[in-house]
């Protein structure tokens, strides 16, 4: 069974960039696609970012659109989210899942499975 880990979580200044990774291991990544999503204290998780298999298209929350990038890298099993321009509201703990029930639309937390355990990102203002 594959399990996901996410690392490159830290602290960072406002403004700032850091590049989370999402790893699987165990078996190769399955599914239709990962996402990132994120949880801060108090609150829902809310979805950040998603990559499909076939063909490469991605989807953004719109909290993140134009500052956060998504990619994969299929020879190292691994999804990348690159984070520019962070806001202190960006901070959370953030977390990769494979999406496999397309019943769900790739934003909501239903269609995942295989999460990951979290990394924390913290931004000072």
């Known amino acids: 069974q594959v399990q996901l880990v996410e690392s490159g979580g830290g602290l960072v200044q406002a403004g700032g960039s850091l590049r989370l990774s999402c790893a699987a291991s165990?078996?190769?990544?399955?599914?239709?696609?990962v996402g990132w999503f994120r949880q801060a204290p108090g609150k829902e998780r809310e979805f950040v970012a998603f990559?499909?298999?076939?063909?490469?298209?991605?989807n953004y929350g719109d909290s993140v659109k134009g500052r956060f990038t998504i990619s994969r890298d299929n020879a190292k099993d691994t999804v990348y989210l690159q984070m520019n321009s962070l806001k202190p509201e960006d901070t959370a703990v953030y977390y990769c899942?494979?999406?496999?029930?397309?019943?769900?639309?790739?934003?909501?937390?239903?269609?995942?499975?295989?999460w990951g355990q979290g990394t924390q990102v913290t931004v000072s203002s």
């Open positions: 899942a494979v999406w496999r029930y397309p019943i769900y639309a790739v934003t909501h937390t239903n269609g995942y499975d295989h």
């Open positions: 165990g078996r190769t990544f399955s599914g239709l696609g």
């Open positions: 990559v499909r298999w076939s063909g490469g298209s991605t």
